[in-house]
């Protein structure tokens, strides 16, 4: 299995040599030739698998440079009850890695924010991690990630990273502006490969420094400077195994549909559902659900695609999903102009000079109900509502995101076809809401109490780009 630019201009690569980098070459984003068409036979004899085995079969599909002995090591060490134990609704069972719950008849929620972070991000980046430490190991080679978070994805690295051979992590947030509990998951870390740096300024200033220290490519280069970010494309796909696993559990039979409801952002989750569906499982309807940031729900709805300036991203209580461009949404892109880079490169050249595109009057469009895709909104005012009604009818808590899905999903609701909600986060990650809509604290995992009196370790720091340099060289440098 070789890998592609979605710009069709960079060589085909293998899995091993994507994995440890972000943008193609050419600009764009690496996707798989060809996707695996699935038989009846396999779908029948994966319907009966645990979630790390499930994993191991999908994973293979796609990994062919990595022998699969040591793939299926790095895949049972990630997907364990141990990793993903922070269960909390009636009835579920951590062994199942992502639980579904039923709701009501034809709605469930399937729980991804188990694991040691409580958002999704850990499904992928646990594997992440130890994907990483096998292929530096096999190379001699070693990598310095430099991140910024606004939350859940620097503290999900940070989780995913700890202790592994050959990573250091230097992870840039802005100071005072995530909750208590994110700050004390992250900076209660005390682990000499990982280093937080609070950065006396917003979440955008945090990325522009990011942007700069790696456009100086001799410094990129000579202190082996990398990313986690959520183009990655092994992140993608370790979440197509989840929609997997949800299909199964909400189903008795291959011969029936589902829909998923996914809260967007970047457009990483539900592009791993896009491909879940073009592998052959049976998924009706991928309903892509956002918050007053509407990029996409807009281009679902029109056919145009208008990234928003920074400026004019609303900042919300659904916030992980507060994002003015979607960096995944070139893969599915790609997918529905037939694959052809050239038309790709063409779009976004509007889009990297800031611009938009309209496909609405395109033969793409026409045919676009062959994706299965639809869409919906959420405003705060939503939240409050759904995180109310759900605690009152179901006595389930979800946080501000889920709640995004919830209220979209119910929207979409089709007689005889199950609809499976994502949980993208845990309640406890966003307080504040929570104590709005029920006026009451958020239930929080009892081995996580009390974490914001963990003594902290973070580096403050001024927005200085030369700066974060010194910092990160010194730590480079330095033999522990
Ligand atoms: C990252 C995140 C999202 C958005 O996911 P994308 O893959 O960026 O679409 C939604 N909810 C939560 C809680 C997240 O952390």
Redesign the pocket.
Known sequence: MKYISTRGQSPALAFSDILLGGLAPDGGLYLPETYPQLSAAELAEWRELPYAALALRIITKFVDDIPACDLKVLVDRAYTERNFHYTRNPGTDAADITPLTKLEDGLFLQEL?NGPTL???DMAMQLLGNLFEYVLEKRGETINILGATS???GS?AEYAMLGKHRVKVFMLSPHGKMSAFQRAQMYSLNEPNIFNIAVTAMFDDCQDIVKAVSNDAPFKAKYKIGAVN?INWARVLA?IVYYFKGYFAATKSNDEKVAFC??????????AGHIARMMGLPIARLVLATNENDVLDEFFRTGLYRPRATAETQVTS?P??D?SK???FERFVFDLVGRDGDKVRELWSKVDKGGAFDLSQSAAWQDIGRFGFVSGKSSHADRLATIRSTWEQHGVMV????A?GLKVAREHLEPGLPMIVLE??QPA?FEETIREALNREPVRPKELAGIENLPQQVAVMAPDVEAIKAFLVERVESRE
């Open positions: 924010s958002a999704f991000k939350g859940d994805t999900a959520s979440q996914v809260p967007s952002g970047n457009f990483g989750n539900i592009c659904s992980s999903m994002i979607a960096s995944n946080d501000t995101h889920t995004d993208t986060a990650k």
